[in-house]
């Protein structure tokens, strides 16, 4: 794939492309995108949602769900934001919604399961008592059983042949800043679209200290700086060669 800076215009060449990076990589191509503000907090400290993007970059954010196969959360971002996951802002096709729910702690009434076009697929651990399972079958979810890792949740490695087997092409990565800090620990991203809010929060970090070994960052390159509305968008592919 060619690496130069993307914009919305060209994203969809490279979601077009997707199929291929399957076939060669062995796993979905990966966006990663969330809202933060100008100190880096994407919540409020005590993890409740905050309205950071303004309606054009929330549009952006529209766009970029109608062009992605998928769209992951974890199960913190659902039971905090009860989101649908849908695009609404735009014309297009709803994502496949995904939840990394290890435990089944998904609400039932949750938006999430309650959504009538599509199977939301929660990712839980295998042994997940058959009793608990049986409710989200009943509403017509799909349990994915998936390993675990050492810190005993989703192996997101596992997932993504999981995923590739699906035939999953392409997975916009939504959240939360848990979520976020394990694919980047794992250079699990290939783009991301972030949108920065002149807001100062002194609330929820994206990255935790997981995300980093000690005195290392991840470098970005390929940037490409958005205005929108009063947000600044910037669309970066990670460096994972430092
Ligand atoms: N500004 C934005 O763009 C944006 C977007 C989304 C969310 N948010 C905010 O983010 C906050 C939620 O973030 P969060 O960190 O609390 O929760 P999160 O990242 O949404 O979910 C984390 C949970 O997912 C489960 N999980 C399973 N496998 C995992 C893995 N491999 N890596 C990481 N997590 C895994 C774990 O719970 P189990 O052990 O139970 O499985 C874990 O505690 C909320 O305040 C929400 O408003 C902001």
């Known amino acids: 794939m060619k690496n130069s800076a993307m914009s919305i215009e060209n994203f969809k060449t490279v979601i077009d492309h997707a199929p291929e990076f399957r076939k060669t990589n062995g796993r979905p191509f990966i966006t990663v995108s969330y809202a933060q503000s100008l100190d ?15 309606p054009e970059s929330m549009r952006l954010t529209h766009q ?14 659902v039971l905090t934001d009860n989101p649908s996951l849908t695009v609404r802002l735009v014309e297009g096709k709803n994502p496949q919604p995904i939840i ?6 998904t609400p039932l009434d949750a938006n999430l399961v309650q959504r009538s076009d599509l199977s939301t ?19 017509g979810i ?4 998936c390993e675990r890792n050492d810190e005993g949740w989703i192996d997101l490695l596992a997932l993504m042949n999981i995923l590739a087997r699906r035939q999953v ?13 394990s694919f980047v620990k794992l250079k699990l991203a ?25 005195a290392s960052s ?8 958005q205005r929108l509305g009063g947000d600044l968008v910037v669309w970066a592919r990670p460096d994972w060669s430092h």
């Open 100 to 105: 990394l729910d290890t435990h089944l702690r």
């Open 64 to 77: 970029l769900r109608a062009r992605c196969q998928s769209i992951l959360v974890g199960i913190g971002t």
């Open 218 to 225: 991840l470098k970005l390159t390929d940037i490409h700086y």
């Open 190 to 214: 290939d783009l991301f679209v972030i949108t920065v809010s002149p807001k100062l929060v002194g609330g929820l970090p994206v990255i935790d200290a997981r995300g980093f070994k000690t």
């Open 121 to 139: 697929w929660i990712v839980n651990a295998n042994h997940a008592p058959i009793d608990r399972n049986d409710p989200f079958k009943q509403k």
């Open 40 to 54: 880096g907090s994407i919540a409020t400290a005590g993890r409740q949602q905050m309205q950071l993007s303004g």
């Open 142 to 145: 799909t349990l994915i059983g």
């Open 169 to 181: 092409n392409s997975i916009m990565v939504e959240g939360g800043a848990r979520v976020i800090t």
